[in-house]
Each structure stands twice: as structure tokens, then as C-alpha cells.
């Protein structure tokens, strides 16, 4: 079993930046990648960003030059560096561990995003 754990949302004016925090516990060993989704109401939940176990990663075109996912493996935490954020940018943030060869994806509780003047 694993657990995820995200924070590090909230309310940020256009043009700001936000950094989002997401640490797994648990069993880890068959966790090959990590990585962000995001829901805005009404729509439906989409990749943002993706980093492998080797540290390959993998960016929505949306946020590409603005967002920036690395990892502290020591602490088996991934980040998640947002920059240049846009009001389109507002959602619910979750943080993604999934596991393989089950195919099996461990989801946090969400933490929310406002991107506002």
C-alpha cells in the first residue's frame, strides 16, 4: 500500500508562481513514476507533469516553460514548481504515484490552485 500526500496550493495573482509538495510513503519498491494532474470544474482531470524513476519527464503543452516537476528521492518527495501561472491554471492539483506491472495508480486528496487578480 501507498500513501500520497500533496500540499502547497493556494491563491496566487497572474504572472506569480506556486511550488506544490507531494510525498509518498509505504510500500514504494514497484512505483516506476510520479506526477501531477489537475481538474478544473466541469472538466476532466488531465496529466500536467511526469517524472519517471530514472527522472525522465513529461509535460502537458499547456504548461510547458512555465511548470517544472523534480523530485528529492531521499525523501521520496515530488515537486512540483509552477511560474508564470495563468488564470486557466486554477484547479484542484493532484499528485499521482503509479505502480507497476499491476497498472495501479495511488491518488492524494487534492489541493487547490486559484490563479486571481
Known amino acids: 500500500q501507498v500513501q500520497v500526500v500533496e500540499s502547497g496550493g493556494g491563491l496566487v495573482q497572474p504572472g506569480g508562481s506556486l511550488r506544490l509538495f507531494c510525498t509518498a510513503s509505504g510500500r514504494l519498491f514497484d512505483i516506476v513514476r510520479m506526477g501531477w494532474y489537475r481538474q478544473a470544474p466541469g472538466k476532466e482531470r488531465e496529466l500536467v507533469a511526469s517524472?519517471?524513476?530514472?527522472?525522465?519527464?513529461n509535460y502537458a503543452d499547456s504548461v510547458k516553460g512555465r511548470f517544472t516537476v523534480f523530485r528529492e528521492k531521499a525523501e521520496n518527495t515530488v515537486y512540483l514548481q509552477m511560474d508564470k501561472l495563468k488564470p486557466e491554471d486554477t484547479a484542484v492539483y493532484y499528485c499521482n504515484a503509479h505502480e507497476e506491472p499491476y497498472a495501479y495508480d495511488y491518488w492524494g486528496q487534492g489541493t487547490q490552485v486559484t490563479v486571481s487578480s
Open positions: 517524472i519517471t524513476r530514472r527522472g525522465n519527464t
